[in-house]
């Protein structure tokens, strides 16, 4: 059974550009949830998805979003990209809501 | 809302016990552990629901005090293999159901 996969792996951008990073769940998992990984902050949640509907959503700011497609595969946007959005960003699967949840090795964000 | 976890960082010899803390200043409905090897993934460990059970994996188990807001991670007979961080993600009661996770529990086990 493939798990969670998250593309691209790493990845390095310039101050005010935008990125677009893809994850796609495990087949049969409806729920997606996107946390930020920085040094000293833990897991900073950013949003949910289930069934193409945003739940919830994190204290980012709105240079951060999010969507979730048909198939469950989801992808998070980051745009006019700041030093501080440099992290790993992590996605996770589950079958529902606040259950287990299955996490893909990330992507690794870099800005210059 | 993040759960405050303790201690930040421990150091352990091998076959030691250790416990992490996590508590929360709003009512819990749940607890959710998670363990983080350097460079990989978080992988599940466990979830506990209100009412106080008590969970456990290998030699793992964890405490959940509703009243307290508080949840506890045991690590009995400590393992090379423990070493790692985890992360206690809590969802509250009468919220959104969003899982919040504390800034990490760094565990070390020397031989």
């Known amino acids: 059974k493939a798990g ?6 790493y990845l390095i951008k310039t101050r005010g550009q935008q990125v ?15 946390y930020q990984q920085t040094p000293g902050q833990g897991l900073q949640f950013l949003f949910e998805y289930f069934s193409e509907t945003q739940r919830n959503k994190g ?6 979003s999010g969507r979730q497609f048909s198939n469950s595969r989801s992808e998070m946007n980051v745009s006019t990209l700041e030093l501080g959005d440099s992290a790993l960003y992590l996605c996770a699967s589950s079958w529902g809501q606040a259950g287990e949840l299955f996490f893909g090795e990330g992507s690794r964000l870099t800005v210059l | 809302q993040q759960p405050v976890q303790s201690p930040q960082a421990v150091i352990l010899r091998e076959g030691e016990d250790a416990v992490i803390n996590c508590s929360s200043s709003k009512a819990l409905y749940s607890v959710h552990w998670y363990r983080q090897k350097h460079g990989e993934a978080p992988v599940f460990l466990m979830i506990l629901l209100k009412g106080g059970e008590q ?4 030699k793992i188990s964890a405490s959940f005090n509703e009243k307290k ?6 690590l009995t007979a400590s393992q090379l293999s423990y070493s790692g961080t ?23 086990v020397n031989p």
Do not use: A, D
């Not at chain 1, 204290?59 to 951060?64: L, M, S, Y």
């Not at chain 2, 969970?55 to 290998?58: L, N, P, T, V």
């Not at chain 2, 992360?87 to 919040?100: A, M, N, P, R």
């Open chain 1, 4 to 9: 969670v996969t998250q593309t691209p792996r």
């Open chain 1, 20 to 34: 677009t990073l893809s994850c796609s769940p495990i087949s049969g998992h409806r729920s997606v949830s996107w």
């Open chain 1, 59 to 64: 204290n980012f700011p709105g240079r951060f």
């Open chain 2, 55 to 58: 969970k456990g994996h290998e």
């Open chain 2, 69 to 74: 807001q508080q949840s506890s991670l045991y």
């Open chain 2, 86 to 108: 985890y992360f206690c993600g809590t969802v509250h009661q009468g919220g959104s159901e969003k899982l919040v996770f504390g800034k990490g529990t760094k565990l070390t």
